[in-house]
């Protein structure tokens, strides 16, 4: 009962796996992938107040992982059911192309519940390796082959992460002499005097600042964004940053307010992560590739939080993860929707969009706006959060300077709204979104606006599931 | 709490809010464009007769707060949803819903794409413009402050004119970075204060003097960018000119107020030290907006620029009123806050009448229309006079009351009235320019265009400017229940400022000599 939703998991691979045997339509297998990521949203609810330790304490199921669990299967659900027909993935691979993207929802859902060195590692790089392969699959007639290219460089760059973080863990063990993260954090608290304790902990850190596409360790984004198929970039966008920011967490609580060295450098990594996001993102023309440069920014953001070092911090950076996930799923539907037989969207193709899909439109509105962190939305409410938090705690020039990125930020978010509600259409023609989609688009909104309006449900949620880990 | 008086009544504020949303939601299922008309003009009248309820409920004997509704919001962060209503906003709350049907119908035949998108938007603007005046919580009121920029963008983003993309744009990023800064300083305010957002908590503390001057720097860079002081104001032009007459109306009339607003709810009392040592050079900006707004209105040919510019100096003598410091400079500023709305609301609606006609903005297009539109011509008479303040009108009292709080203030310096002096420029340019314009759209001269296929205005055009006119004498001949209505909250407020004078008064009269 306790491992319910990954033997679910495994059991959906597996079908996958069979159907990868036979020449099933694409109509069969997208089909089979909604319905059984229903499933697995349905078995994490069910499971979603167990508690329990499995395999010798290196997995620990509580509030917190579950709640994490859940809302990692909603957000694969959410992207499987916009996804339309996967047109831009091969229709040679498309049943392995799920196979994969259900193994990459394992390994992450196994990766909120390690709370082990060695079972960390192992379920971030069964998840990593799913998704590197995710990546190529793009069918090549749309971009000239750029998914390869986008392909290796996320692989190389993981893979380099992937053994700062070994390396790290190497010396947390020979510090501590144990791999239980709780044991751990009770002895590295005797030795926070040494920076090779600092050392072990940044290295470690740096294994997820990469999945969530934090600076410095960003360069992957913007290429396997644009060179992704457009599903597997919002597969990307979303779902691993959710357990990225849950590791974060696990591994931020390890720190003691003693450690002012490693909050200094989270700090300088968020600002210039959100410098750094944020300018880039004003030139871009790809919609992609701007909402990677926007999600760069938005990981320093949710970094303020984590770098409070308090409950209250973690809990409201957990709240704007998941705001994140909505807003930015939002975005990505209507860029689906819009792209023509899997194309990448610029921004002008987002042309009087108000004409040919008001639905759409105003969905991606709320979506920019929101990211924009304009309130009603839940990107206000989280930000504001956040920034309260931080300045509690004495960071008084990160706040300012995080506030004025908001301002920046506007700029880009703004220019596509421009393009979306004050052009006209050109001739272009009218869109046609299914009927799913649709319901989707009003679900997104409501959500965004709902999280945005009312978000002390959904605080006192995550604070309930960060206690589980403090 | 003891400035509250909470009201265990009929939620009146919560309706006056809430109303004008619902039927925004409501118009996602009307299909017919008629209709969303009918259903917009019918919310908002009905949000109009019943903020008159206001009136008839407010004791004027009190400075507290009125018709308070306390809810918790997000109990974590000890945020709460407190409404009401003082003399300092009450009258800016009817003055938001008396307009919001007038443009409704304003834009009846203007508007003919997209229509109820556009009334949707101006209905959620109405909901976000009566909260900023009534939210006591600094988190209800910032989430408003800023909800309101998406509709506005909208409205002109979509319904303006040629440079509609420019010009919107300017006035989002704009206002958004203003108002970056004040974030902030409303957190600082929330962590200082003892973790609460409750806005009459944080008034009148013994904040260390350089806080406050960060502080009410904060508060000024939002607020004088809205109003906009004299540097700010770049926006301003550009965002009337292209905005849809509705959009410019409401920017005009209400959406200005709000940094004026701002100043006397915030910048006085929570920064009072800040603002005795800051008010000299809040003044000199005021002068130079006054005289700048009317230089430049002077040398405009297209007639939005030219009320806009105006704006900036009508705008300047609201700002002088209010850091003058006296009752007289205050109590006129806040008429003179209603009075701007009502005139400079009325200009602009007249030449969106002539705009739909001849489909320019041009002064020289307009030119000799007052042979063919006699009605339309004393209307715009009435309230370009109101506009450079002929004695009887509305914008007189105000502006007389804001000068003689600019004599008063020199007087009490004891030194030779400087800075009502400098005023005086000001309301003598308001007469050269609005007496130009009126003379060029009446008699033009020997070279005007063919106006007589122009059509006077319709009964439905009468009675959108009726009731501005109305206000316009009411006001001017008998302004006393305007006044009384602010006279208990103002007084409170300077008796309280009074007190934090004394500290720092030498510090403000060194910085004159």
Not at chain 1, 103 to 109: D, I, Q, S
Not at chain 2, 382 to 387: E, P
Not at chain 2, 416 to 445: D, H
Request: proline share 3%; net charge neutral; hydrophobic share 55%.
């Amino acid at each position: 009962m306790l491992f319910l939703p990954e033997l679910t998991l495994l059991g959906v691979g597996l079908v996958f796996f069979f159907l990868s045997l036979g020449e099933p339509s694409r109509a069969k297998v997208k089909y089979f992938a909604v319905t059984l990521s229903a499933l697995v949203v349905l078995v994490t609810l069910i499971c979603i107040k167990s508690e329990g330790e499995l395999f010798y304490q290196a997995y620990r199921i509580d509030f917190f992982s579950q709640l994490f669990k859940f809302f990692i299967a909603l957000a694969t659900f959410i992207v499987l059911v916009f996804s339309d027909q996967l047109v831009s993935v091969k229709e040679k691979v498309q049943a392995e192309y799920y196979l994969f993207l259900f193994t990459a929802v394992l390994g992450l859902m196994m990766l909120v519940s390690s709370v082990e060195l060695l079972a960390i590692f192992v379920s971030l790089e069964l998840s990593s390796f799913a998704v590197y392969i995710m990546v190529p699959m793009r069918n090549s007639v749309n971009n000239g082959g750029r998914q390869v290219e986008a392909g290796v460089k996320y692989l190389l760059f993981g893979v380099m992460a992937t053994g700062f973080m070994l390396f790290g863990m190497s010396y947390l063990f020979g510090l501590t002499g144990s791999t239980q993260l709780f044991v751990i954090a009770d002895k590295l608290n005797l030795t926070y005097a040494q920076p090779a304790a600092v050392v072990a902990i940044v290295l470690v850190l740096v294994g997820f600042f990469y999945k969530l596409a934090l600076f410095p360790l960003h360069f992957w984004v913007p290429d396997v964004y644009e060179g992704a198929a457009n599903e597997t970039t919002a597969f990307i966008a979303a779902v691993p940053k959710l357990a990225a920011v849950a590791l974060l967490i696990r591994v931020v609580t390890l720190i003691n307010a003693e450690a002012e060295v490693i909050v200094n450098i989270l700090v300088v990594c968020s600002l210039l992560s959100m410098f750094y996001g944020n300018l880039s993102a004003l030139v871009q023309k790809d919609a992609k590739r701007l909402l990677g440069f926007s999600g760069i920014a938005h990981a320093g953001f949710i970094l303020v939080g984590l770098l409070t070092l308090e409950s209250t911090g973690y809990a409201t950076a957990m709240y704007y993860i998941i705001g994140y996930v909505f807003m930015n799923l939002a975005c990505f539907l209507v860029i689906c929707t819009v792209s023509e037989k899997g194309r990448n969207v610029a921004i002008e193709d987002f042309t009087g969009l108000h004409k040919r899909a008001p639905l759409l439109a105003i969905t991606l509105t709320v979506g920019l706006f929101a990211l924009a962190g304009i309130p009603p939305f839940v990107g206000f409410s989280g930000k504001f959060l956040l920034l309260l938090g931080a300045f509690k705690q004495g960071h008084v020039l990160l706040v300012v300077l995080a506030a004025l990125n908001t301002a920046i930020a506007i700029y880009y978010y703004l220019s596509i709204v421009r393009v979306t509600f004050c052009t006209d259409s050109e001739n272009r023609g009218t869109i046609v979104s299914s009927r799913k989609s649709n319901i989707l688009s009003i679900l997104l909104i409501v959500i965004i606006i709902v999280m945005g309006v009312i978000p002390s449900k959904f605080i006192e949620l995550t604070t309930t599931a960060v206690q589980a880990v403090m | 709490m003891d400035q509250l008086l909470i009201n265990s009544g009929f939620p009146i504020l919560s309706v006056l809010i809430f109303l004008p949303l619902a039927g925004a939601l409501l118009l996602v299922f009307v299909k017919s464009e008629q209709l969303c008309r009918y259903l917009t003009l019918v919310v908002t009248s009905f949000v109009a007769l019943l903020s008159l309820r206001l009136i008839t409920g407010f004791d004027i004997t009190t400075a507290k707060f009125q018709f308070v509704e306390q809810h918790s919001w997000i109990d974590a962060f000890n945020i709460n949803y407190i409404i009401g209503v003082d003399g300092i906003s009450i009258l800016l709350i009817l003055l938001t819903t008396l307009i919001m049907p007038l443009c409704v119908l304003a834009s009846w035949s203007y508007i003919k794409t997209r229509v109820q998108t556009f009334m949707a938007c101006l209905l959620i603007m109405e909901t976000a413009m009566i909260g900023v005046f009534v939210a006591l919580d600094l988190v209800l009121f910032y989430v408003l402050w800023e909800a309101m920029l998406i509709p506005m963008y909208l409205l002109i983003g979509i319904w303006g004119g040629p440079r509609k993309i420019y010009a919107s744009i300017k006035f989002f990023l704009y206002t958004l970075a203003g108002s970056i800064l004040l974030l902030v300083g409303i957190i600082w305010l929330y962590v200082t204060n003892n973790y609460s957002f409750f806005i009459p908590d944080m008034m009148w503390q013994n904040y260390p003097v350089t806080s406050q001057i960060y502080l009410f720097l904060a508060f000024f860079l939002a607020f004088a960018i809205k109003v906009p002081m004299f540097p700010f104001h770049t926006w301003l032009p550009a965002a009337h000119v292209e905005a849809p007459t509705a959009g410019s109306v409401i920017l005009a009339s209400i959406l200005l107020k709000m940094g004026t607003y701002g100043f006397l709810r915030f910048a006085l009392p929570i920064t009072p030290e800040a603002t005795i040592i800051l008010m000299p050079y809040v003044l000199w900006l005021s002068i130079a907006g006054i005289i700048y707004g009317g230089f430049t209105a002077l040398a405009q040919s297209d007639m939005k620029k030219l009320i806009a510019y105006s704006s900036v100096g009508h705008m300047g003598f609201v700002t002088l009123g209010i850091f003058v410091l006296n009752i007289k400079g205050i109590e006129g500023a806040i008429l003179q806050m209603v009075n701007h709305g009502i005139t400079t609301g009325a200009l602009f609606l007249c030449v969106g009448m002539i705009y739909e006609r001849t489909h320019s903005r041009e002064l020289r297009s307009a030119t000799g229309v007052g042979k063919y539109m006699p009605i339309y011509i004393t209307f715009l008479a009435f309230f370009s006079l109101s506009s450079f303040g002929f004695p009887g009108t509305n914008s007189f009292v105000g502006e007389f009351m804001i000068i003689a709080g600019a004599f008063e203030f020199d007087t009490v310096l004891n030194r030779f009235p400087y800075l009502a002096l400098a005023s005086i420029p000001g309301a003598v340019l308001a007469a050269a320019y609005m007496l130009r314009m009126l003379q060029k759209i009446i008699w033009g001269g020997t070279n005007n265009p063919d106006q007589s296929w122009i059509t006077d205005i319709n009964s439905r055009e009468i009675a959108v400017l009726a009731p501005f006119l109305f206000f316009v004498l009411w006001i001017g001949l008998g302004p006393q229940p305007f006044i009384d209505l602010m006279h208990a909250s103002v007084s409170q407020l300077l008796q309280q400022f009074d007190d934090h004078k004394a500290q720092s008064i030498a510090a403000a009269g060194s910085l004159f000599q």
